[in-house]
């Protein structure tokens, strides 16, 4: 049995090569300075006394890059109400006549080394005349807001709608009982340990662009970074082979890699950057910072009629690439959740602040939709005074394929198996037990669930390509689109190659984004790897082994019809006169090499959380001590890693739940710019836990898999804040925000304990 990962060994031992592990001969090293205000117009910048330095290269700046480079890509590929367009007010890679949000580049100081550019980027001055700031979506829609740009109006980028407007609207007027929540899914950084980096060279003998970076894909960014230099995609190589993690904010191209190419093509050196911590705070894209006003329509029996959701968007100062296309399809695909409800309907409106860009993190938009719908859920059963589980079983979809009202279809699950297996394991008719045993204890003890879906294996690329190259020793290079980023490929991918081929798991090696071949597809992302990509590989398996089989009977001298394929060997049936694939490879050095390309779409995990907390009264702290995650990923490949993947999405929900928040002050300085200010999950916070399955394979892809990498996250977040929001309820409390930090907590039951006495 397979122990581990195969990639481990190489990681934990430091043999990984990060993007700053990458050297090139004669590189220098670039250092950005950023904007240190929100909002101002850049009067003047004077570079002498940088440019004076010792050891200091080039300084460019926007006026530098204004004629070279384009503004940075974004679309959105539906229209909003009325049939407006998406309007993209442009984004250079070095700021322009005016800075937007703390942190945006300024300009870009090249020297023989980072501590000589680091220095002379403090030399730099720039003059700049302030201008007000807005830093929340609220207060940027309000008439009369600073606007972050001119071409913007009312500081809105697009106004969309889906579903069933009229319909939602006559169901709530005919409810017996209407329920309104309003909820903030709150900013958050994502917090790769690897911070941003890169290595730009521009290689002249073939006029090509070579970008080393951390990358979730080389295609997407390939495509991206064309739109931006202005050369077609092959005059471009991404290069990358270990990336320190990703969870969505390492899918986009940014501006610092463009302006670290345009330098290195013009000064003809290689420029490599290592950003910092303080950079990934400041200048990642950041994520969520939604605000939703949800409405349920209950008939009298508890069945949902209709519902609607009024969203609002935070985009952050300039539109990321994928950011529309996140809080918009992002959010919609699993509009109404798990539930058959005949009329379901979302605006969601994008504006702009001067705050950070925003786009995906873990999840991409469909956390969202599942926190503000599993949250309403939860409120409406216990104003209808129904346990939660029952108001879901009421209301649950059973027959498949299902249309949603955003037009996605779900092609498969079982929801209420689902939560059955989730409910015995929670032993959820012991939880009043539990309570009083707990409140015994001078603690207040909550229960929280959510039954939530999403969307996996959406992908912008026409098709995801692999390739199969065999060595002289019978190893085989698998090269695939989707980078590896801790989600454990090199294993997986193996697993599913070595099941067709039949050899040895340590003999197959992946290579994603080398400087010697491209690949064609989508990035990692969307929770598609397996499904789509791994199901390209499966299939590309079964073409080798087919491919082999003219060979093969050359060599055994039988007749193709003969001959059979088991456990890697070729075996004319019912003798033992047989040669294995990898011998008959080595043997026939480029025949039997392969290259295959498929695509495979969207299909819906689902799965039902149940969480339990205890918040301690006198210090507003909350453990969670018990946890129930059951999910239906369909068919799995390996299930020690798809564990992991739902520890980790969890921790990463219990995160956002619990500590973690982005906060700016009214100038637009950001105040949780460290890890001082902006608590990441700890080991600890989450006890109790039990992870099940419930697959129920679909038949959208050869594996019958679907998604697992972002289910925890979109599991977690409304499951633990329903529990936190259930023992505050008991405490008199109706209304509470994430995070639930211990501060917050407690004042929360102050001011509640106040208002009682
Ligand atoms: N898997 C499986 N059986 C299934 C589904 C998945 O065995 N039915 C395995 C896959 O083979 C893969 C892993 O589970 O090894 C996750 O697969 P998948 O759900 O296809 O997700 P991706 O590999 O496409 O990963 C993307 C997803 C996303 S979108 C984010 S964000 C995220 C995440 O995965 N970022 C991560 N998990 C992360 N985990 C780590 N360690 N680091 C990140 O940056």
């Known amino acids: ?19 700053s592990d990458w050297n090139l001969p004669n590189q220098a090293y670039g250092v950005f300075l950023r904007s240190d205000r929100a909002h101002a117009d850049i009067v003047a910048l004077d570079a002498a006394a940088a440019l004076a330095h010792p050891g200091v290269i080039a300084v460019i700046t926007g006026d530098d890059i204004r004629a070279a480079l384009k503004s940075l890509p974004c679309a959105l590929p539906v229209k909003g109400r ?26 870009l100081v090249i020297a023989e080394s980072a501590a000589a550019a680091a220095d002379a980027a403090e030399l730099i001055n720039v003059e700049y005349r302030d201008r007000p700031a807005v830093v929340n979506a609220g207060d940027a829609v309000h008439p009369g807001a600073p606007l972050v740009h001119d071409s913007v109006p009312g500081n809105v980028v697009m106004d969309y709608e889906s579903g069933d407007d009229a319909g939602s609207k006559a169901a709530l007027a005919k409810a017996a009982r209407t329920i309104e929540l309003e909820v903030d899914i709150s900013r958050v950084v994502g917090n790769p340990m690897e911070p941003r980096a890169c290595l730009a060279h521009w290689d002249a003998k073939t006029e090509q662009y070579h970008l080393y970076t951390c990358t979730q894909g080389a295609g997407i960014m390939r495509n991206q970074l064309s739109a931006v230099l202005g050369v077609p995609p092959e005059k471009i190589r991404v290069i990358a082979e270990e990336v320190g993690g990703g969870f969505g904010v390492r899918f986009n191209v940014y501006p610092e890699y463009c302006a670290a190419l345009f330098a290195a093509k013009k000064l003809g050196r290689p420029v490599k950057w290592t950003g910092t911590r303080s950079e990934v705070f400041l200048a990642d894209e950041q994520a969520r910072g939604v605000r939703s006003r949800g409405a349920l329509a209950v008939d009298a029996q508890g069945k949902i009629l209709g519902m609607r959701f009024d969203m609002l968007a935070d985009l952050g100062a300039y539109l990321a690439p994928t950011g529309p296309f996140i809080n918009t399809i992002g959010i919609i695909n699993c509009l109404g959740g798990v539930y058959d409800v005949p009329a379901t309907y979302a605006r969601i409106r994008l504006a702009l602040t001067h705050t950070a860009p925003m786009a995906a993190y873990r999840g991409a938009g469909r956390p ?11 409120h409406a059963a216990h104003a209808l005074r129904i346990d939660p589980a029952e108001f879901r079983r009421r209301n649950f979809i059973r027959t498949f394929p299902y249309k949603i009202a955003a037009g996605f279809e779900y092609d498969s699950g079982d929801f209420e198996g689902v939560m059955n297996k989730a409910l015995a394991a929670a032993d959820w ?24 879906i999403e969307a996996t294996g959406a992908g912008f690329a026409p098709q995801d390509q692999i390739e199969m190259h065999w060595g002289a020793g019978g190893e085989l290079t698998l090269l695939a689109p989707t980078h590896n980023h801790g989600q454990g490929h090199e294993t997986t991918y193996a697993q599913l190659v070595c099941g067709v081929l039949g050899i040895p798991l340590e003999k197959i090696r992946l290579r994603t984004a080398g400087p010697d ?4 597809g989508n990035a990692t992302g969307g929770s598609r790897s397996l499904l789509a990509v791994g199901g390209v590989i499966y299939l590309g398996a079964q073409e080798l082994v087919k491919k082999g089989l003219a060979l093969a009977a050359e060599e055994l001298e039988a007749a193709q019809a003969d001959i059979e394929f088991a456990a890697g060997e070729y075996r004319i049936k019912g003798t033992d006169r047989r040669v294995s694939i990898q011998s008959l490879a080595a043997k026939h050095p480029g025949e039997m090499d392969l290259a295959y390309a498929n695509k495979f779409g969207s299909c819906f995990p689902n799965g039902c959380h149940i969480a339990e907390v205890e918040i301690t009264p006198e210090t507003g702290e909350a453990e969670v001590v018990s946890y129930v995650a059951c999910d239906d990923a369909g068919n ?120 009682a006495a």
Do not use: C
């Not at 071949?517 to 064609?520: E, H, K, L, Q």
């Open 82 to 107: 009325g049939g407006m367009e998406l309007i993209h007010p442009g984004r250079p890679a070095l700021a322009q006549g005016r800075v937007r949000f703390t942190g945006e580049p300024v300009a």
């Open 429 to 452: 008719n012991g939880f009043a037990k539990r309570r009083a045993e707990t409140e015994k204890r001078g603690r207040l003890r909550g229960r929280g669930m959510s039954t939530y």
């Open 368 to 378: 969202i939709m599942s926190y503000a719908l599993e949250r309403l859920i939860e």
């Open 636 to 755: 799995i490949i390996n299930h020690q890693i798809v564990e992991g993947q739902v520890q980790g999405g969890l921790a990463q929900g219990a995160g956002q739940v619990f500590n973690e928040v982005a906060v700016y002050d009214d100038a637009g300085q950001l105040l949780t710019g460290s890890f001082m200010d902006y608590a990441m999950p700890r080991p600890g916070g989450v006890n109790g836990l039990k992870i099940l399955e419930h697959p129920v394979p679909t038949k959208l892809n050869p594996l019958g898999a679907k998604g697992v990498g972002e289910a925890g996250v979109t599991g977690s977040m409304p499951a633990l804040m329903n529990a936190v929001v259930d023992a505050l309820r008991h405490a008199g409390i109706e209304h509470f925000e994430m995070p639930a930090t211990p501060r917050r907590l407690w004042e929360a039951l102050q001011a509640a304990h106040r208002k």
């Open 1 to 19: 049995m397979l122990k581990g990962r195969l990639e481990d060994d190489r990681m934990l031992t430091g043999r990984g090569k990060y993007v």
């Open 517 to 520: 071949f491209y690949i064609a």
